[in-house]
């Protein structure tokens, strides 16, 4: 199922003048870097994308080495009105087919001569809510508890650290030091 027709798909407010509505004829070689989602609301998701090209003179931007620069995160479209399942999905199978890429859930990084980078995003195929459902639901829970553990494991380091720094009689000063060091 393709993205418009879950919920309401509403523009962003810079869309009209943003470089994700170019298309290869105003800006050759234009493609889609990475994408994220960000959650809104329980009902609500900003799909945001960044945009790499060629631009005209390199000299005046930084480019990698390949002679392609990347825009920050620009906003392309918000989706409201969508069930909270739905929203979960796309909040987390859209960056994964922007990063495959290659025709993968129906996407092309690529823009062409008449379809712009919001044409591309729009045309993600994705699966049906009702077959992903529980595997979605497994997902979420595992992630989830990944998130615990490694805040677990992070507040582990943190106590292993003090009782390093206490057992060496290390100064506030020195634990700086050391802090800056290893970061």
Known sequence: MAI??????QPSEHSPDSVLQETSDEKPNLRVGTARVERESPNTVLIE??????????DAHETDRWGY????????FR??????????LIEHFVPVAVDEAGGFANFRETATKTNSLIDRLKAIELPDVDDVAD???NYLNTKERAEELDAKIE????????????LYGLTDEEIEIVEEAVS
Do not use: H, W
């Open 4 to 9: 418009p027709k879950l919920g309401l798909i």
């Open 49 to 58: 994308t960044t945009a790499r090209y060629k631009p005209n003179d390199e």
């Open 69 to 76: 620069t990347e825009t920050a995160y620009l906003p392309a």
């Open 79 to 88: 989706i409201t009105d969508l069930t909270e399942t739905e929203a979960d």
């Open 135 to 137: 595997d979605l639901e």
């Open 155 to 166: 507040q582990t380091d943190q106590l292993i650290d003090e009782i390093v720094y206490e």
